[in-house]
């Protein structure tokens, strides 16, 4: 950030203390699962967003140039370790549902920024069992 910056984004900039990002995919995100659910949907906006965040799009000068911009800011990425199923759709109840074969939906290397260790916490998730409650 510069002098000659938008006053309200340079205000916002300096009362920024940090960003956290839950599984945030920042680069190489499946779309798959998305892409099948607006197969039938020709005209779907979110067409043009799948095109954007595909994991062979090139966002790396905008992720660059955030990089740059975060300085001297404190970034804490969450990032998950469990697969999840994929989506398919299922006749009976007419909905998708996440029934397919395993897939880790936002790997470890695209949930983080992969900066230096002062600027970037990584959090990896509890995955702990739930305690055992009794339901009355």
């Known amino acids: 950030m510069n002098q000659d910056d938008h006053p309200t984004i340079?205000?916002?900039?300096?009362?920024?203390?940090?960003?956290?990002?839950f599984a945030t995919p920042h680069k190489d995100m499946i779309v798959e699962d998305i892409r099948m659910m607006l197969a039938c949907q020709d005209?779907?906006?979110?067409?043009?967003?799948?095109?954007r965040i595909n994991r062979?799009?090139?966002?790396?000068?905008?992720l660059?140039?955030?990089?740059?911009?975060?300085r001297d800011?404190?970034?804490v990425g969450f990032y998950e370790t469990?697969?999840?199923?994929?989506?398919?759709f299922s006749a009976e109840s007419q909905s998708w549902r996440r029934t397919?074969?395993?897939?880790t939906a936002v790997d470890t290397n695209a949930a983080l920024l992969h900066l230096p260790d002062h600027i970037e916490d990584k959090i990896p998730p509890p995955h702990r069992p739930l305690p055992n409650r009794q339901v009355w």
């Open 64 to 70: 660059v140039d955030f990089k740059n911009l975060i």
């Open 10 to 21: 340079a205000s916002l900039h300096k009362a920024t203390y940090g960003i956290l990002f």
């Open 56 to 62: 062979e799009s090139d966002l790396t000068s905008q």
């Open 82 to 88: 469990e697969q999840t199923r994929r989506l398919e």
């Open 43 to 51: 005209n779907h906006p979110r067409h043009v967003l799948l095109q």
């Open 100 to 103: 397919g074969h395993f897939i």
């Open 73 to 75: 800011r404190r970034i």
